[in-house]
């Protein structure tokens, strides 16, 4: 029997952007797929429902990969799938497998042989350099920094150090109740002429990307408490 295929469906990252979100062929693939590996149940029904799904949502089969339900033997998600049923997987908010424990699902899939098909959809990361003006051929994302103050402070030094050094965009994250204290780090902690995009927001109604040097920001220094933010560094 042929096995089946695992769709990688991206969700959107903001409230009320699912038509910024979604392509003609990902609705028409979620119409046929009816079994879905997911790190949220809630967002993913709403998203589905959100882009147009027309099959009833007690029809589908939904298997929860979220941070309580990782013990859950890995054979049991690809049931469905050794049996010759297409499966989607999805992240909580935008491309399933990139800074997202799905990947280990993708990694999987691969050992198995079966197909993975990527679908189109909003990636905070790539939208984050393209609206930075910094370098796009090479970037790196770190995800997050030390907790720890000091060793959060050393490593925002390595990372300026290697943008300089390589002429590389470093990207990272923080949990959004602690961006304020990483700004706070940064601007304190970077060099003056060192620049600094924060891309906060993106795709929502108070989508907000501003690149500046590390002196001007501290003319003006934004509120981002609880808004989910990426920071990019870059020395020219």
Known sequence: MPLGTLYLVPVPLAEQAASKSFTPYLVDTINQVKEYIVENEKTARRFLKEAGLKTPQSELTIHDYGKHSRDTPINEFFIGLVA????????????????????????EAHRRGIKVVPLVGPSSILL???ASGFNGQSFTFHGYLPIDKIERGKRIKEL???????????????????????????????????????????????????TKTITDWK?????????????LLFCS
């Not at 002429?193 to 989508?207: F, R």
């Not at 003319?219 to 920071?231: A, G, M, N």
Request: a negative charge; glycine letters at 6%; proline letters at 8%.
């Open 84 to 107: 010759g049923n297409d499966v989607g997987l999805m992240s909580e908010a935008g491309c399933p497998g990139v800074a997202d424990p799905g990947s280990e699902i993708v990694a």
């Open 160 to 210: 300026e150090a290697l943008s300089r050094q390589h002429n590389q965009t470093q990207l990272f994250i923080e949990t959004p109740f602690r961006n304020n204290p990483m700004l706070e780090e940064i601007l304190r902690t970077c060099a003056p002429k060192t620049k600094l995009c924060i891309a906060c927001d993106l795709t929502s109604a108070n989508e907000f990307v501003q």
């Open 128 to 130: 984050a350099v393209m």
């Open 219 to 231: 003319q003006k220094v934004p509120d981002l408490h609880k808004r989910p933010t990426i920071f």
